[in-house]
């Protein structure tokens, strides 16, 4: 016959055991939940951005369980970047799961939960590693004249292909950009990027062709099924702001009609944007400036992509070249 104590001590410690993870659920869940309304409120993170540290805060969380993140070490933490590895996931995002991480230690000693940051010493992946994929002036041109008169709205599409080429603006970007903020007389457009930072993007005689195309034969009707006047420069069936996840499916769709590489996105045209810049001969910081960089270091991946850009520098400034 079993012993009632011993039973009844069982029951209690599996209790205890029970409350505790309860109680580390709910101080992870509330942390982590007031370090994403800090990146949004103090920080004035960009939504997108926002939304991309909760997904790598909640996966962080997942492989944390039942683990304490003030009794983490080093060791654990380097076993949370193999993890991430092991998700198949581009090091490009493992690269950014480690700089949310890094920041939500930091948030965490701000607020007297941790000590040390040990995240700061977790290594990330070097800019070098991740090298952008992009397409020759070649594919470029065949892909943006894909667009035809057996699609709905040709003259949006093609309108919305040569931005992204001519601007090198990300999707979300585009997705944002403003009638008003458009000046094709000038040839220049205002970007409102990461952190609502603006900045002014020439406009080549091409994409204003096709915008003024799209403004005169099918914006209006667009902007006709809108319950109120749309600001937009993009507008959906409905006369709505054309979302990111539609100039994403656009893409594709034309991507796949080119023949192009199944890999193709909105960002390989900013990716090709860049690197045609600088093959062309145009200064690191005048191509920092066109795509909205923080630091210059991001924009030298484009050196690498295309190594003409180095030996003309090269020639250009080395006495002995």
Known sequence: MADPNATGMIQKKRTTRLQKLRTVERIGGRWSSAFI??????????DNTVAAYRRDIRRFHQWLGKRSITR???NDLSDYVGWLHTRGLAPSSIARHIVAVRMYFRYLQL???LKDNLAELLGSQKLWQRIPKILSPGMISRFLETPGPTDT???RDRALLELLYATGCRASELSYLRLRDVHLDERYCKCHGKGDKQ????????????????LARERSALAARAPSPPSWLLLSRRGRRLRREAIWELVKKYSTRAELPESISPHTLRHSFATHLLAGGADLRQVQEMLGHASIATTQIYTHVDPTHLKKVHAAYHPRA
């Open 111 to 113: 607020e007297g939960i």
């Open 72 to 74: 983490l070490t080093i």
């Open 199 to 214: 900045r002014l993007v020439p406009l080549g005689r091409q994409a204003c062709l096709a915008v003024q195309t799209y």
């Open 37 to 46: 309304n800090y990146l949004a409120g103090e920080c004035r993170l960009a």
């Open 153 to 155: 709205y040709q003259y």
